[in-house]
């Protein structure tokens, strides 16, 4: 802008003095000869190509007074370089012919990031990230004035490689996969505290690829196959006591089947034991009580009765006398 006016005011000088012309004046004498006067008078004449020049150069000079910041873009005002503490906002504006507008992008911006860093462990890791932020449209002026529009490689970017290595140096190789959105969190909530002083809001970073060397590679698959063979191994032993302990309960299921059945039956045999017992002492109580009220139904003469009545006539032909050791013959 400032150039554009000093080539204007050059044109215009230039203009005004191609303008001119000397003209030099005659007269003629009484002998009818024409003499040069002494001196040459200056007039100014300008013909149609120099009045268009200038027109054109007006119209120029007219429209650089004219600024457009688009959407989405703060445009930060500086008279002669000199930063104001305002700022302009998008549309059209008019500014002084020595005053000049830079625009910055307010919009969310991506980066990507190619760096690498080290775990705890000394392993070399290559990081791919991916960095969304924007910039305050309200210090946007405070952030030229400081930084500058290069801001971006002057500040985020040296404190995101910063930031990164310092995370990734916390943990072993291993748990770096294992912890990718954790890691990112990390990184964006210490890049956020560095940013916010200069009015740049880190809205996310991602961490899209981590790689590792292929020594590291070599050996983590290797030790993920060995802890398979092992898990393999594991489960197998697993398995096989697993059978033997169904086995084994089986049989003492089995056992305890025979054992219980065992019980029943000689519960049963007892239960058929006590049974018979008591129906044998049932009997033998019916049949003493019967013999009992025989016994005491039966009197002398009704005793003598029934044996007179079973004698067959017939007399004994011995008896035995009060001494049983000899026995007298009634034959005789």
């Not at 594991?234 to 049989?251: G, P």
Request: charge should be negative; hydrophobic fraction near 45%; charged fraction near 20%.
């Amino acid at each position: 802008m400032f150039i554009l006016v000093i080539g204007l005011v050059i044109s215009i000088g230039l203009y005004l003095a191609l303008g001119f012309r000397y003209r030099e004046e005659s007269y003629v004498d009484e002998q009818g000869r024409t003499h040069k006067m002494k001196g040459k008078q200056r007039v100014w004449k300008a013909n149609s190509l120099q009045l268009l020049a200038l027109l054109t150069l007006a119209v120029f000079a007219a429209l650089s007074s004219v600024t457009v910041v688009p959407t989405g873009y703060t445009g930060i005002l500086t008279t002669f370089g000199r930063v104001e503490n305002r700022t302009i906002n998008a549309g059209a504006h008019l500014i002084l012919p020595w005053q000049n507008v830079v625009k910055m992008d307010n919009r969310t911006q991506k980066v990507q990031i190619a760096t690498e860093a080290f775990s705890s462990d000394i392993q070399q890791v290559d990081l791919q990230l991916s960095v969304n932020y924007c910039i305050d449209q309200e210090t946007a002026q405070e952030l030229y004035r400081s930084v500058g529009i290069s801001y971006y490689d002057n500040v985020m970017y040296p404190r995101i490689l910063e930031n990164t290595k310092a995370v990734f140096s916390q943990y072993s190789a291993e748990n770096l996969i294992a912890k990718r959105n954790m890691l990112s969190e990390l990184i964006a909530e210490s890049t956020s505290a560095d940013m916010k002083r200069y009015g740049i809001t880190i809205v996310s970073i991602a961490i899209e690829d981590i790689d590792f060397t292929d020594a590291f590679t070599t050996a983590v698959e290797a030790k993920q196959v060995a802890a398979q063979n092992k898990l393999t191994a594991e489960t197998e032993q697993a398995q096989k006591t697993m059978e033997e302990e169904a086995v084994a309960r089986r049989a003492v299921i089995a056992a305890n089947a025979e054992a219980e059945k065992a019980v029943i039956a000689a519960n049963a045999d007892l239960e058929v034991t006590k049974i018979q017992a008591e129906a044998a002492l049932y009997a033998g109580e019916k049949e003493a009580e019967m013999n009992k009220r025989i016994s005491e139904s039966l009197s002398k003469s009704l005793i003598d009765y029934y044996w007179i009545k079973q004698w067959d006539g017939v007399l004994p032909s011995t008896v035995l006398g009060s001494d049983t050791s000899y026995m007298i013959d009634l034959t005789n």
